[in-house]
Nanobody, 120 residues
């Protein structure tokens, strides 16, 4: 199957920036959909941003203009640049990738999560 390893979370002051990274490994043929979700304290998991194989993106309204998702198909990686962070961005952030394995089976994988805390 496909393993996802996230990094880049941490503690940052309001207005600060962080960059999350997610690297996928395994017998990957293609990654159709790569995204970031988050789950804040006492909240349901929600979509933050996603990027498709054609490079198109969509974002949650709450992060538009502040967050940017990007991907590196050579490195099988997806990134989330988070600027102008707010306390309400505090959450565990999860990488999610859907695609196809070598041998044509589909996969749908989640990372283990990385914590982002925005606080002064």
């Amino acid at each position: 199957q496909v393993q996802l390893v996230e990094s880049g979370g941490g503690l940052v002051q309001p207005g600060g920036s962080l960059r999350l990274s997610c690297a996928a490994s395994g017998r990957i043929f293609t990654m159709r959909h790569m995204g970031w979700y988050r789950q804040g304290p006492g909240k349901q998991r929600e979509l933050v941003a996603r990027i498709f194989s054609d490079g198109s993106t969509n974002y949650a309204d709450s992060v538009k203009g502040r967050f940017t998702i990007s991907r590196d198909n050579v490195k099988n990686s997806v990134y989330l640049q988070m600027n102008s962070l707010k306390p309400e961005d505090t959450a565990d952030y999860y990488c999610h990738v859907k695609g196809q394995l070598l041998g044509s089976s589909d996969f749908d994988s989640w990372g283990q999560g990385t914590q982002v805390t925005v606080s002064s």
